[in-house]
């Protein structure tokens, strides 16, 4: 009987490129359960996969604790429903926020954009103006005005 394939914390920090100190953080966080071998941590094809998908997860922006309920979920059950319509809702959840950030860049975009009309209409794109301007604002300062 063949035994289950194992990793070490080097072959899977070099194969998902993380530090080894990263998956030990994902499994003091309850996302990964290595057996040890004495004080050698020993990962399963199960380990793999969940830093596989914890990875994933936080590509996608989850939390670590949104991650971990989604993986628990998971365990072995058959009926994989409930663990895809939580998912569903995770990612709306994450879609909304993300757009939602869309639009107030946008929106800081456009600012921007309407401050730099401003600025260049009032030194008239002339760099001897601008250097002008730049010193008034200056003595102006130190005037305390």
Same mark, same amino acid.
């Given at each position: 009987?063949?035994?289950?394939?194992?990793?070490?914390?080097?072959?899977?920090?070099?194969?998902?490129?993380?530090?080894?100190?990263?998956?030990?953080?994902?499994?003091?966080?309850?996302?990964?359960?290595?057996?040890?071998?004495?004080?050698? =941590?020993?990962?399963?094809?199960?380990? =793999?996969?969940?830093?596989?998908?914890?990875?994933?997860?936080?590509?996608?922006?989850?939390?670590?604790?949104?991650?971990?309920?989604?993986?628990?979920?998971?365990?072995?059950?058959?009926?994989?429903?409930?663990?895809?319509?939580?998912?569903?809702?995770?990612?709306?959840?994450?879609?909304?926020?993300?757009?939602?950030? =869309?639009?107030?860049?946008?929106?800081?975009?456009?600012?921007?954009?309407?401050?730099?009309?401003?600025?260049?209409?009032?030194?008239?794109?002339?760099?001897? =103006?601008?250097?002008?301007?730049?010193?008034?604002?200056?003595?102006?300062?130190?005037?305390?005005?």
């Amino acid at each position: 009987m063949a035994s289950e394939q194992t990793y070490t914390i080097t072959e899977l920090a070099r194969e998902f490129d993380v530090t080894p100190r990263a998956i030990r953080f994902y499994e003091d966080q309850g996302l990964l359960k290595p057996s040890r071998v004495g004080r050698t =941590r020993v990962y399963s094809k199960s380990d =793999r996969t969940r830093l596989k998908l914890t990875l994933r997860g936080k590509r996608l922006g989850l939390s670590l604790a949104e991650i971990k309920e989604l993986i628990e979920m998971h365990g072995g059950v058959r009926n994989a429903a409930p663990q895809l319509l939580r998912f569903l809702v995770v990612l709306a959840d994450r879609r909304a926020a993300l757009e939602q950030q =869309r639009e107030d860049i946008e929106a800081v975009l456009g600012e921007i954009e309407s401050l730099e009309q401003q600025c260049s209409e009032l030194l008239g794109h002339d760099t001897s =103006r601008a250097a002008e301007e730049r010193a008034a604002v200056v003595r102006r300062m130190r005037a305390g005005t």
